[in-house]
């Protein structure tokens, strides 16, 4: 699966009370609903977001869910999103990837 990621993901890394990851490949993208057409909303380089929620999918060795409530997932472009959910799935016994739903972080400056 980590190969799937290297090639096809985008450069993220996580944070966390003053620590960060090393700089890894996952899979971030618009959450799209089924079945709702969407008529509003802006492009972005990552395609199409109407509610500023992402749906993420990363390696096994980065565990999402033992990150606290603050931890935020920074993208190539500097761009940073909160975790609101995020799950392990398991091959086996073992940590298979990541998934969660994370929201933009909309700073004020």
């Not at 980065?62 to 995020?86: E, M, P």
Request: aromatic share 14%.
């Amino acid at each position: 699966m980590n190969g799937v990621f290297q090639k096809y993901g985008r450069s993220v890394f996580l944070s966390d009370e003053g620590w960060n990851s090393p700089v890894f490949r996952a899979f971030l993208q618009p959450l799209r609903y089924k079945n709702k057409m969407y008529l509003e909303g802006a492009y972005t380089e990552i395609g199409r977001d109407t509610s500023g929620l992402y749906l993420y999918i990363g390696p096994h060795d980065h565990d999402l869910t033992k990150l606290s409530r603050k931890a935020r997932i920074t993208d190539a472009d500097g761009k940073a999103y909160l975790i609101q959910r995020a799950e392990k799935i398991l091959k086996g016994d073992k940590p298979y990837y990541f998934w969660a739903v994370v929201k933009e972080v909309c700073e004020v400056k």
